[in-house]
């Protein structure tokens, strides 16, 4: 089966590091040539993401390289279907929005991508808001490892501790991996320690 390209269409002014965290992340999971970066405004953004995967300054509402349409999906928590195994015979193209998480959600998927792309399906991946990079493991798992939604384990609100009095609660929803361990880049955790929070 030919693996499926995986868009992020950049929706932030900046890669903050968070972000560039959570995409390199997603790019030791699908693969770089599997992971494409849309909407990179600067060469600055383009030279931090280029050895993560496909980089390009257009954004995909505007593309002018060659896709056929019908076999782009957007996912989107608003969404009516849920994406299912059999999808992948539908799409090559899984797009999402590189949006740092807002609590509670402002809907800017919808907004900025499913409006504005309207000859693509949308899908969703459940009504819990997840990190892009848990968003695109979840789709993976759906449409390379033929699991349906429902077969999918999640941990909802993660606890992370960054000294021995404090910890963070992360408000989203992660995937448990094959060993029912949390999906999240060891270097969020450095990351939170470091800033001591969120």
Known sequence: MKKPIYVIEHLEPEIFEWCLIEYEHMSETVGKDNLWFTNLKTDENKKKLERLGKVFSESIKKFDITIDWARVCILDPEAEKTLNPADSDKFDYYVFGGILGDFPPRKRTKKELTKLLPNCEARNIGEK??????????VMQIAEKQKKFEELKFKDEVSIEINDVESVELPYRYNLDEKGEVFMSPKIIEYLKKKQGF
Do not use: I, L
């Open 129 to 138: 808001q997840m990190s892009t990079d848990n968003a695109v493991y979840a």
